[in-house]
């Protein structure tokens, strides 16, 4: 089992910037696809930022260059860089563990994140 703690969401004001983490605990040793998902109200759940195999990274088009994912394996922390937000970014972020060799999948319980315009 992993066990997600997310962090960091709050009220900003739209061009600021705002980190999230995610503190990973329990048996993570085959989890091989971090990511960050956002739900908006009234909108599908969708990937924001995911960290693949630990090296390779995908970003939804409409984070390209405002947001990064990175990861510190030392604090088993995943985070997301988040600048220039706008409105269309307020959701609720969740971090999401998986595995592809164990078909296992993990979230957190997220954090919200609202930008002011």
């Known amino acids: 089992q992993v066990q997600l703690v997310e962090s960091g969401g709050g009220l900003v004001q739209a061009g600021g910037s705002l980190r999230l983490s995610c503190a990973a605990s329990?048996?993570?040793?085959?989890?091989?696809?971090m990511g960050w998902y956002r739900q908006a109200p009234g909108k599908q759940r969708e990937l924001v930022a995911n960290?693949?195999?630990?090296?390779?990274?995908n970003y939804a088009d409409s984070v390209k260059g405002r947001f990064t994912i990175s990861r510190d394996n030392a604090k088993n922390t995943l985070y997301l860089q988040m600048n220039s937000l706008n409105a269309e970014d307020t959701a609720v972020y969740y971090c999401?563990?998986?595995?592809?060799?164990?078909?296992?999948?993990?979230w957190g319980k997220g954090t919200l994140v609202t930008v002011s315009s």
């Open positions: 329990g048996n993570t040793f085959s989890i091989n696809i």
């Open positions: 999401h563990f998986a595995s592809y060799t164990s078909a296992m999948a993990y």
């Open positions: 960290i693949i195999s630990g090296s390779r990274t």
